[in-house]
């Protein structure tokens, strides 16, 4: 049996090694169009790689995939989070799980998770080929011929699997849907926001921990870390609204108002409590000296001054109307967002492969017998954390084993 894999990236070294170990008399080569496989992995957690997370504060799978949930679950009873911290552990690979529930190797580099795929991969025998685009596949009565680098170098194999990866535009699969696959036009899912407000960027590389983002109009809302840029706003909970909003955005052309609550309480009636409580406590003092949120000093003066409030005014002073804006402005602090920014290199889009043209329990094509699918390449896409590498995970598992076993 030939299994060809199509993308040397982490869905399609998963494939290669779970096809390997189960048909070690299987002739499995991957070929990647670069020169060097895993470069993705290589980058991903700023060059760490958070590889799973440990999913304890994930309620439901929409959560953390907007695109490709109910897969995902069906998926995970075959192969899970659980069962990938086992596979690199039981490895060599020692993880371990962030206060945020992010998972990452324990040389905290990228670099271990590489050279274990590869080393597996080369222990069992699989060939990694490199300068291999693949360009067309031709079906054939038994087998499926593959057309490389513009007819310059052909294979055939028995069964294929797709880990291309997400493209950017839509003519990168044109090879599969003209094998009758329909195609979700692929578009960013992960980015940071534009912001024109110039005043914001004066407060670049602030954090605050816990805040809340919405994009005004819509129920569509995000939590956690949020970094101002010296282009407007990044981290987490910039990074997951975009991912939740990704098809709106694009047909908004990235044009929107979004809404920051800076304090990570939803309820103005207990921000209303805790700043009147400053007030009481600290009547004396100027507002800009005591911040009842503990937010940086900068960002508390900047809201201070969107409030219209002198930071030298002393706390017994503020009076209801102050309170009340500071309140709104803590809580429902809007910017006008004129378009996006690429995340560093880990281009992540929605989009590929529509989940309809594939099948569900095994990952095989309805179309093309023998033709596989696993990760990015198809329409599933995950919110930062390693959800989309744990994705790339469990469906290379699964298709690595129903490619050799159906």
């Excluded at 983002?213 to 981290?235: D, N």
């Amino acid at each position: 049996m030939r299994i060809a894999i199509i993308g040397g990236g982490a869905a399609g070294f998963f494939a290669a090694i779970r096809a390997k170990e189960l048909r070690p008399d299987a002739y499995v080569a991957i070929y990647e169009k670069g020169s060097r496989p895993l470069a993705k992995v290589a980058i991903t957690g700023g060059g760490r790689c958070n590889l799973t997370n440990s999913f304890n504060e994930v309620r439901d799978l929409k959560q953390v995939y907007p695109r490709g949930a109910q897969l995902m679950k069906r998926l995970f009873n075959t192969f899970n989070y659980k069962d990938t911290y086992e596979w690199f552990e039981s490895r060599g690979v020692k993880l371990v799980t962030q206060d945020d529930e992010c998972v990452f190797p324990h040389s905290q580099s990228s670099q271990s998770i590489i050279d274990c795929l590869i080393n597996n991969a080369r222990r069992l025998g699989v060939d990694i080929l490199p300068h291999h685009a693949l360009g067309q596949i031709i079906t054939k009565e038994d087998t499926l011929h593959l057309v490389f680098n513009n007819g310059q170098k052909e294979a055939d194999a028995d069964r294929v699997i797709i880990t291309t990866g997400g493209h950017p535009q839509e003519n990168a699969f044109d090879y599969l849907k003209q094998l009758g696959h329909e195609i979700v036009s692929p578009i960013p899912s992960l980015f940071t926001f534009n912001i024109p407000d110039k005043s914001i960027h004066e407060l670049m590389g602030t954090v605050v921990e816990n805040a809340i983002t919405t994009i005004v109009g819509t129920k569509m809302r995000s939590e956690g870390p949020l970094l101002i840029t010296h282009w407007g706003m990044s981290g987490p909970a910039i990074l997951r609204l975009s991912s939740y909003g990704a098809r709106w955005m694009a047909e908004k052309n990235y044009r929107f108002q979004i809404s920051v609550d800076w304090v990570g309480e939803t309820n103005a009636s207990i921000v209303s409590e805790r700043l009147h409580e400053a007030a009481t406590g600290n009547s004396g003092k100027q507002i800009g000296n005591v911040r009842p949120f503990g937010l940086p000093s900068r960002l508390w003066f900047f809201l201070l001054k969107r409030a219209e409030i002198p930071s030298e005014r002393r706390w017994g002073e503020i009076g209801r109307k102050n309170l009340n804006k500071l309140v709104e402005t803590l809580t429902n602090d809007i910017y006008l967002v004129e378009g996006k920014s690429s995340w560093r290199e880990e281009f992540v889009t929605c989009g590929g492969i529509s989940l309809s043209s594939i099948q569900p329990n095994t990952l095989e094509s309805k179309h093309v017998k023998g033709l596989y699918f696993a990760g990015e390449v198809c329409d599933i896409d995950a919110v930062t954390g390693g959800f989309n590498l744990q994705a790339a995970w469990t469906m290379g598992y699964v298709a690595g084993t129903h490619a050799v076993s159906d």
